[in-house]
T-cell receptor, first 112, second 116 residues
Framework: GNSVTQMEGPVTLSEEAFLTINCTYTATGYPSLFWYVQYPGEGLQLLLKATKADDKGSNKGFEATYRKETTSFHLEKGSVQVSDSAVYFCALSDWNAGKSTFGDGTTLTVKP | EAGVTQFPSHSVIEKGQTVTLRCDPISGHDNLYWYRRVMGKEIKFLLHFVKESKQDESGMPNNRFLAERTGGTYSTLKVQPAELEDSGVYFC??????????????FGPGTRLTVL
């Protein structure tokens, strides 16, 4: 079956530091890949997505590239802000199956 | 356009009691999903409705959980009787008719269930 493995957290960074959260996946077929974010006290929000190999998703300064050869979708941001503190989830969705498979989530804390 | 809404936002009950969670999907979305996050672990799939029919309920943990989707609109998830291990955050998501390439799901804020 499908599975997603995320870098273990929590992650604590200083403001303006570089962020990488690793994500690798196992899936049959050609899944779509997602990063979701959950800010404190809020629900899940889609941060970015990529639907095929070599696609790069980007939003709010975050980026992730769909790497089929390494089955990875690592999240990066060049300069984090305090407001980026949240829980980040990597996920995949097989269009045929419909449901999404999530990683464990990585808690990011950015300190001023 | 209103997003996915869930009610209640928090529920605290005692072991053995019954709790019913409600999800209102985005209007016009045929697909409705329930997920659960327990103890800071991954968000796990519970089940998937297409309109009023259960498309996939492979993630339902046991027969204490009953999900319905009346008339293909809102959905309820009932836990009866609740056990301690049912504590967690229950998320609902909806999406339009499954597309050819990907299935973007819109999530609700979740219901935090605590069983004492």
């Amino acid at each position: 079956g499908n599975s997603v493995t995320q870098m273990e957290g929590p992650v604590t960074l200083s403001e303006e530091a570089f962020l990488t959260i690793n994500c690798t996946y196992t899936a049959t077929g050609y899944p779509s890949l997602f990063w979701y974010v959950q800010y404190p006290g809020e629900g899940l929000q889609l941060l970015l997505k990529a639907t095929k190999a070599d696609d790069k998703g980007s939003n709010k300064g975050f980026e992730a590239t769909y790497r089929k050869e390494t089955t990875s979708f690592h999240l990066e941001k060049g300069s984090v802000q305090v407001s980026d503190s949240a829980v980040y989830f990597c996920a995949l969705s097989d269009w045929n199956a419909g449901k999404s498979t999530f990683g464990d989530g990585t808690t990011l804390t950015v300190k001023p | 356009e209103a997003g996915v809404t869930q009610f209640p936002s928090h529920s605290v009950i005692e072991k053995g009691q019954t709790v019913t969670l409600r999800c209102d999907p985005i209007s016009g979305h045929d697909n409705l999903y329930w997920y659960r996050r327990v103890m800071g672990k991954e968000i796990k799939f519970l089940l998937h409705f297409v309109k009023e029919s259960k498309q996939d309920e492979s993630g339902m943990p046991n027969n204490r959980f009953l999900a319905e989707r009346t008339g293909g609109t809102y959905s309820t998830l009932k836990v009866q009787p609740a056990e301690l291990e049912d504590s967690g955050v229950y998320f609902c998501a909806s999406s339009q008719e499954q597309g050819r390439f990907y299935n973007e799901q819109f999530f609700g804020p979740g219901t935090r269930l605590t069983v004492l």
